[in-house]
């Protein structure tokens, strides 16, 4: 976890928290929580109450490097950093989703998008003032949303 990307993400009203990141055991890749077989690998919260984290100050984010060096870094949606993200996943053919979508609709607007580590896009949207609720699979395969009481790993994570 590198506070410069922490503080970054923080300067533009995003809240942020430490997430697990990658473990290696033996030969094998793993997650910090200690499982090498863990389901959500380098992509779960270190904390439990992680939907209250409102501090955004460089003193709280040196702590959480220095404790948790391995962890990958976590963006938390919804009103708390108004945003919400589209979640665009092509393992689960996410891609194809999104152009039958785009086909059926209309591209998506201009909007501030990244890859994730497993070859996807996350698109961030300004929140809408109204309740959003996480869904996956939402408008098809392979597309989730993530808004309040949600969160997404940020760039430059790494993952599996």
Known sequence: MDINDCLYLASRGLKVM???GLAWF???VGCTCGKIDCPSAAKHPLFLKWQTITEADRGTFEAWAQRYPQANLGV???????VIVLDVDPRHHGDETLLQLEDKYDSLPETPKVVTASGGHHFYFKHPGFPVKNRANLTGPGIDVRGDGGFVVAPPSRGV
Not at 76 to 82: E, K, L, P, Q
């Open 18 to 20: 430490p997430v697990h």
């Open 26 to 28: 033996n030969d094998k």
């Open 76 to 82: 938390i949606t919804g009103v708390i950093s108004g």
